[in-house]
């Protein structure tokens, strides 16, 4: 495997700020997506990253460390929405088929 | 971005009946299509990987003379799930890669598969 980590489940409130972290340890490292899906759809699209830094978009914020093997999802003014899975899943250089490796989900259940 | 269909989205069969789910790319030719499996509140694990017009590469462990893959068109891959039985029973997702940014996977809505 390709030792993608994310931790499996995070609580927060309406209103909050929360930080879902993905390690990875990869060969060929090209970059990074996340992606949020709801029970019983599919994934939707959220970021990717390739270089190093962080990319915001609205209230949801992407970072990547190369060197670390590292990235956050960062999440501001939580809604109940929010509630979702976040799957972050790495993207391989030379992998001709575009196959991504995904890590097992993080749940965020967001409470009132 | 691009849309990517599955059809059906939910199907209930008998055992040992075979299955058919449909994934469709419906703006843009996907030169590579991605079919994934999901059991609940697991990750996505891909299933087998094919490009139009060539055999599909099948993931370590997945049988592929139980889930057959045909991708004739560029717009369109199809997974029979073969003589399917309960441990079959899952969320079904399939996936396109070819729109205008090459590194991104458009998903589908999934098929949520059930075999009595």
């Known amino acids: 495997g390709q030792n993608i980590d994310q931790p499996t489940e995070m609580t927060a409130t309406e209103g909050a700020i929360v930080q879902i972290n993905c390690t990875y340890q990869t060969s060929g490292f090209n970059g990074l997506f996340w992606y949020q899906q709801h029970a019983g759809e599919a994934p939707t699209f959220l970021s990717y990253n390739v270089l190093d830094g962080l990319e915001e978009k609205g209230r949801f914020s992407s970072f990547l460390s190369r060197s670390k093997g590292y990235s956050y999802l960062l999440l501001k003014e939580l809604q109940m929405k929010d509630s979702a899975s976040y799957l972050c899943?790495?993207?391989?250089?030379?992998?001709?088929?575009?196959?991504?490796?995904f890590g097992r989900g993080t749940q965020l259940t967001v409470w009132p | 971005g691009a849309v990517v269909s599955q059809h059906p989205s939910w199907v209930i069969c008998k055992s040992g009946t075979s299955v058919k789910i449909e994934c469709r790319s419906l703006?843009?030719?996907?030169?590579?299509m991605f079919w994934y499996r999901q059991f609940p509140k697991q990750s996505l694990m891909l299933m087998a990987t094919s490009n139009e017009g060539s055999k599909a590469t099948y993931e370590q462990g997945v049988e592929k003379d139980k889930f057959l893959i045909n991708h004739a068109s560029l717009t369109l891959s199809t997974l029979t799930v073969t003589s399917a039985h309960p441990e079959d029973s899952s969320f079904y997702i399939c996936s396109a890669r070819g729109g205008r940014s090459s590194d991104e996977q458009f998903f589908g809505p999934g098929t949520r598969l059930t075999v009595l």
């Open positions: 703006d843009f030719q996907a030169t590579t």
């Open positions: 899943a790495v993207n391989k250089r030379g992998s001709t088929l575009g196959r991504l490796y």
